[in-house]
Structure formats: C-alpha cells, structure tokens
C-alpha cells in the first residue's frame, strides 16, 4: 500500500521539539499555528500521529488529505 499525504495543523509555534519527533516531515511556522505535512503509511499511522500530537499538548485544528 502506498503511503498517502497528509497536512495537520497544530496550535503554536512549536519550534525544532516536533522536527525531533516527526523526523522526515515538513514542518512550517504560520504563527500562531505549525503545519505538519507528510506521507502516512495507513489509518492506524495516521492515530498514532494524533495521538501523539495531542499527547504533546498540541491541540490539532485541521487535517487534509492532499491526495487527489
């Protein structure tokens, strides 16, 4: 199965803590929010990532599919 593309976007500006713990996923500051895209193997993956996200403290305000 091939990976799918995702966008999350996350409250904060997180810094170089998330670029540690998503190694391989683009990060971008848009105050006052963090953009996280990457390739997520599956659905299981993808709860894996939110739950870690919202494990950080994070507080997830969107997620997008990009793929077509």
């Given at each position: 199965?091939?990976?799918k593309?995702?966008?999350?976007?996350?409250?904060?500006?997180?810094g170089?803590?998330?670029?540690?713990?998503?190694?391989?996923?683009?990060?971008?500051?848009?105050?006052?929010?963090?953009?996280?895209?990457?390739?997520?193997?599956?659905?299981?993956a993808?709860?894996?990532?939110?739950?870690?996200?919202?494990?950080?403290?994070?507080?997830?305000?969107?997620?997008?599919?990009?793929?077509?």
């Amino acid at each position: 199965m091939d990976d799918k593309r995702y966008e999350l976007v996350v409250s904060g500006e997180t810094g170089p803590m998330l670029r540690a713990v998503f190694p391989g996923f683009e990060i971008t500051q848009r105050p006052p929010t963090t953009v996280i895209r990457g390739d997520i193997s599956d659905s299981a993956a993808l709860e894996e990532v939110i739950d870690l996200l919202l494990g950080l403290g994070l507080h997830l305000y969107e997620l997008r599919d990009l793929n077509p």
